[in-house]
């Protein structure tokens, strides 16, 4: 599993690896982004479905921070 400082520092966050940050399925992933239930993500069907997780985010949404108005900094 990736800590907080990988996931914040990687390019882009695959959503393999924020499955596992989060201890939850691929599939659990994958649904909840398109059915816009997770704040630190998004997902947009084309041909097929494309996922932008957004890392400083799931970071906060992981500790349960106010992704509103929290900045993460490493």
């Not at 239930?37 to 949404?61: S, T």
Request: charged residues 25%; glycine residues 6%.
């Amino acid at each position: 599993m990736k800590t907080d400082n990988e996931i914040l520092t990687a390019k882009k966050v695959k959503a393999a690896d924020a499955a596992k940050y989060l201890g939850i399925d691929l599939r659990t992933l994958y649904q909840g982004l398109q059915e816009n239930k997770f704040p630190f993500g998004v997902a947009v069907k084309r041909n097929e479905w494309i996922y932008h997780i957004f890392a400083e985010r799931l970071v906060a949404y992981k500790h349960g921070l106010d992704l509103i108005n929290t900045t993460l900094t490493i």
